[in-house]
């Protein structure tokens, strides 16, 4: 009885198939646009890259993607999420960590996977182990000193520069000791930066003989984060870490499939503002860590980062054109009104 009662009407039933497909259409409509620029799936793993993208205000647009900080916007990010459900999908059984990087880490993961994925490293015949191309890696801190000594040398040469221009030279002897004083933490702030960077060794130089022990291990990215402002019940901000290399081999030699190696961890840890404003964490502290990875090809990476590359280009020509030639019409309209007022 009850089996049947749907074909007791024909024409009701009918009626109601149109309605039913109009329902889901704007069920459909009315979810949420996705923000998922491309996708990498690996068994029972995927990981994804979504737009975090943020504009400068408008009385900064040269620095287009924000710079951070309270005078200035949030800087723009790609938000990595890597899930495995190798123990089932959902609550319970998944397990997913996140990450942001950069657009200048995006592009820098592009000019990586384009040099594998367009086959500019070639691979010797056999199973004979390759030299591993170099790509330099600097520390945030080691950042942080480039860029105080580039603003202190910007600094130093206003301050010639105005001395030069004043031609008042009853105040000479104080002026050049003045200089000299801001030239000493310039010097100190570039040999502390250029330390941060990562030498290459002989057996990881791109020129050097192939060493029979290397596997091909390139180090892409590496990175670690504290989010102060994201605080759990005990006062423990959230800490993220990066970690994208490739590994050209095998231990037993063989070329790898699936070269590229994402690592997330996500925990918890007490954080503190150093006295130069930069962010660090109590490394004893952390909890609640938990660490996934997932591999990829030379292809898959490539065509990921190319796609998220050219979403930043695209983005940028949305948001940014606009706030450039207002901002730049701007500053143009001032000179030319000081000009005409001299």
Not at 68 to 78: A, E, M, Y
Request: hydrophobic fraction near 30%; glycine fraction near 6%; aromatic fraction near 6%.
């Amino acid at each position: 009885m009850y089996g049947n009662r749907v074909n007791q009407n024909p024409q009701q039933n009918q009626q109601a198939q149109p309605q039913q497909a109009q329902q889901r259409q704007q069920q459909k409509t009315h979810q949420a646009p996705s923000s998922v620029i491309a996708v990498i799936n690996a068994k029972n793993k995927v990981i994804d890259f979504r737009d975090n993208l943020n504009p400068a205000q408008k009385t900064d647009y040269a620095m287009m993607h924000g710079e951070g900080g309270s005078k200035h916007s949030r800087v723009s990010t790609i938000k990595m999420f890597l899930c495995d459900y190798s123990a089932g999908t959902g609550q319970g059984n998944s397990r997913t960590v996140s990450c942001n990087i950069t657009v200048d880490i995006a592009y820098r993961i592009l000019d990586a996977a384009r040099m594998f994925a367009l086959g500019k490293m070639k691979q010797p015949a056999g199973n004979a182990p390759t030299a591993a191309p170099v790509f330099p890696i600097i520390t945030e801190s080691g950042i942080d000193m480039l860029m105080t000594a580039y603003k202190d040398m910007q600094k130093t040469y206003q301050k010639v520069s105005d001395w030069c221009k004043s031609g008042d030279d009853s105040a000479g002897d104080q002026n050049l000791k003045e200089i000299l004083n801001m030239l000493q933490p310039i010097g100190t702030n570039l040999k502390n930066g250029i330390q941060c960077i990562a030498k290459p060794s002989a057996a990881n130089d791109a020129n050097a003989a192939p060493v029979a022990t290397n596997n091909g291990t390139v180090q892409i990215v590496s990175q670690d984060k504290i989010i102060l402002q994201n605080k759990d019940a005990n006062g423990k901000s959230l800490v993220t870490k990066l970690n994208i290399s490739r590994q050209e081999r095998t231990k037993n030699g063989q070329l790898r499939t699936y070269p590229w190696i994402f690592t997330i961890t996500n925990a918890r840890a007490f954080g503190k503002t150093q006295p130069t404003g930069g962010t660090t964490y109590d490394s004893s502290s952390m909890s609640d860590d938990v660490t996934l990875n997932i591999m990829a090809s030379d292809e898959d990476v490539y065509r990921s980062f190319l796609r998220i590359t050219r979403y930043i280009e695209s983005w940028e020509n949305v948001f940014c054109l606009s706030a450039i030639q207002q901002g730049s019409g701007e500053n143009q309209a001032r000179k030319e009104s000081r000009t005409q007022q001299r």
